[in-house]
């Protein structure tokens, strides 16, 4: 394998870092090159908001409810971002282009946008020696965390990710086997052979969760899948992104 392929095979997420911060200049690098991902039709919908101020850091933090939100060497907020494109319009040329605007087709578009530019950033970031994690868990309030960033119209924030100095080094976690995940011409509708090579990937789980170095427990991805989506959370995203005038028609 290539120094690529290794690099991207050998992710794990960090989650405690050294009290080192990152310069403007690896700043620049790492989002120059992310910046450089695929997009669709040129839009480029998306912004990135790097976040300096510890007072700002640590009201993410608090929606987080993860400390390595505020304890890190840069933080960044993703976000979708369809206003720049509709601010480029006249105000005729708006009315016009409201129903393309609040689309779902172009939230996806904004929101695919966006995952494309994070997993650059996750290359290029470790790619310098750094470390990343991505942080969902901003959407626990995702208002809020609008109101702290005084997100206009027409931009949603998606997720964080704090990157830095690892001051850990986690085992890699397994994933799922390339036959689940990878189907050739339709999708594999065989439940027994794919249920099969899914007990075999939870007995490999298991044995990780019991023998990593911190944190072990008995579980399975199975179970845990179950136990996420019998619950449902952050429902008010849906009103949310709604009132933000994308994903309504």
Same mark, same amino acid.
């Given at each position: ?7 991207? &095979? ?29 997009? &669709?039709? /040129?839009?480029?919908? /998306? ?46 040329? +708006? ?10 087709? +172009? ?85 027994? &052979? ?15 969760? +019991? ?39």
């Amino acid at each position: 394998m290539n120094d690529t392929i290794n690099l991207i &095979s050998n992710h794990r997420s960090i989650r405690k870092f050294k009290n080192k911060k990152l310069t403007t200049e690896q700043i620049h690098t790492i989002i120059g090159a992310s910046k450089q991902a695929s997009t &669709s039709s /040129y839009v480029m919908a /998306y912004t990135v908001i790097g976040i300096t101020d510890e007072t700002v850091k640590a009201k993410l933090k608090e929606v987080s409810g993860q400390e390595y939100v505020a304890e890190n060497g840069h933080f960044f907020v993703f976000c979708a971002d369809l206003n720049r494109i509709y601010q480029q319009a006249s105000a005729i040329e +708006q009315e016009e282009m409201q129903e393309s605007i609040e689309s779902t087709e +172009q939230f996806l578009v904004s929101t695919v946008d966006t995952a494309l530019v994070a997993q650059n950033t996750v290359i290029a970031a470790e790619s310098m020696g750094l470390g990343t994690c991505f942080i969902g868990s901003l959407r626990n309030n995702i208002k809020r965390v609008n109101d702290i960033l005084e997100l206009p119209e027409h931009v949603v924030p998606l997720f964080g990710m704090a990157v830095g100095y690892p001051d850990e080094n986690p085992d890699k976690k397994p994933r799922l086997p390339i036959e689940v995940v990878y189907h050739e011409n339709k999708y594999n509708k065989d439940h027994q &052979s794919q249920q099969e090579l899914i007990d075999s990937f939870n007995e490999e789980l298991k044995m990780y969760y +019991q023998t990593r170095a911190n944190n072990a427990r008995t579980d399975t991805w199975s179970e845990q899948m179950v136990r996420k989506y019998k619950k449902a959370i952050r429902m008010d995203v849906t009103t949310f992104i709604k009132n933000k005038k994308l994903n309504k028609r």
